[in-house]
Nanobody
Framework: VQLQASGGGLVQPGGSLRLSCAAS????????MRWYRQAPGQQRELVAA???????IYADSVKGRFTISRDNAKNTVYLQMSSLKPEDTAVYYC???????????????WGQGTQVTVSS
């Protein structure tokens, strides 16, 4: 299973960006898809999660500004980021719990990071 993230870039404070992450390979079921971020010198933190059939979860720091969504037909997760702040600057990583086949248990996978820089 591979996760391919895209959509990062440079944006001014108050601006918006949309990140995408597509899962590919042997996929029977995706149980949950997440976005994490890691700023320089800081630990990686959970930004948002979209479990299958369960309400989405957000870090307090992004509630009301970020929206996570999934397109299950495309095995893709999105992160719509609005009202961006300089403190949102980080490398953003997608993450997913995936069952490759009906006979296998779920495993955790990471995508490569995509840089988001919020600066004027």
């Amino acid at each position: 299973v591979q996760l391919q993230a895209s959509g990062g870039g440079l944006v001014q404070p108050g601006g918006s960006l949309r990140l995408s992450c597509a899962a590919s390979g042997r996929i029977f079921r995706i149980n949950v898809m997440r976005w994490y971020r890691q700023a320089p010198g800081q630990q990686r933190e959970l930004v948002a999660a979209a479990p299958t059939g369960v309400s989405t979860i957000y870090a307090d720091s992004v509630k009301g500004r970020f929206t996570i969504s999934r397109d299950n037909a495309k095995n893709t997760v999105y992160l719509q980021m609005s009202s961006l702040k300089p403190e949102d600057t980080a490398v953003y990583y997608c993450n997913a719990d995936v069952r490759p086949t009906p006979a296998t248990s779920s495993s955790n996978y990471w995508g490569q990071g995509t840089q988001v820089t919020v600066s004027s």
